[in-house]
């Protein structure tokens, strides 16, 4: 099975690090998204890549967010200064723009928990 | 701003029933819905999708129904097994080549044996 993986599933840290999360998309999908979900809601979007462009960042939710897709392959998603606030799900969806469909196919996530 | 929500937060039914879950958008100019049901502790998974110039889609158990006028969107499964308990989210594209998903709150179904 080659769909969307995420590394690591979990991760504990302390309030005040830094934590880095890494997507690895569907081979021949070359958009790539990062959303966030809460306990009890729905995903919140937060940034995409279109190959290793960035087309959207304003709803990263500060500036201690930040992402990179440096060959259009793999993406990570770095949080600085980690706050409690912080924990939550970090989820990654792929998909094939320009093909027949945009359908998002979404990785496991990566659960947070900001001690 | 666009929203998409949801009408019922849980859903109970019988194993072999029919569940129906319904959703709400607000912008009409909407054009692409898709369905996810996302189990505990997993990412969403897709389930089916519909564009805005149908009015019906079937999948392997899975109708969407699509009605524009009321801005109004239905997951119907067929003979709902316990493999179907999980929560479930309709989600709108945002307009434009963007693409990025706006999802609603979830119904969590649950299938009694």
């Known amino acids: 099975d080659t769909g969307v993986s995420q590394n690591p599933r979990h991760k504990i840290t302390k309030r005040g690090q830094n934590v880095t999360f890494r997507c690895d998309p569907i081979?021949?999908?070359?958009?790539l998204y990062w959303y966030r979900q809460t306990l009890g809601q729905g995903p919140e979007f937060l940034t995409y890549?279109?190959?290793?462009?960035?087309?959207?960042k304003s709803r990263l939710l500060s500036d201690r967010f930040s992402a990179e897709r440096p060959k259009g392959s793999f993406s990570t998603l770095e949080i600085q200064r980690t706050e409690q606030g912080d924990s939550a799900m970090y989820l990654c969806?792929?998909?094939?723009?320009?093909?027949?469909?945009?359908?998002?196919?979404f990785g496991p996530g990566t659960r947070l928990t900001v001690l | 701003g666009e929203s998409v929500g949801l009408h019922l937060p849980t859903l109970s039914v019988q194993e072999g029933d029919n569940s129906i879950i319904n959703c709400a958008y607000s912008?009409?100019?909407?054009?692409?819905f898709i369905w996810y049901k996302q189990e505990s502790g997993k990412g969403p998974q897709f389930i089916i999708d519909?564009?805005?110039?149908?009015d019906k889609r079937q999948g392997q158990r899975v109708t969407v129904l699509l009605n524009k006028t009321v801005k109004h969107l239905s997951l119907q499964i067929a003979a709902t097994q316990p493999g179907d308990s999980a929560v479930y989210f309709c989600?709108?594209?945002?307009?434009?080549?963007?693409?990025?998903?706006?999802f609603g709150k979830g119904t969590k179904l649950s299938v009694k044996p």
């Open positions: 969806a792929s998909s094939r723009f320009g093909g027949r469909t945009d359908t998002q196919y």
């Open positions: 081979s021949e999908h070359n958009r």
């Open positions: 890549f279109q190959n290793e462009a960035q087309l959207e």
């Open positions: 912008n009409s100019a909407s054009d692409y």
């Open positions: 519909i564009r805005s110039n149908m």
């Open positions: 989600a709108d594209q945002e307009g434009g080549s963007q693409g990025n998903l706006i």
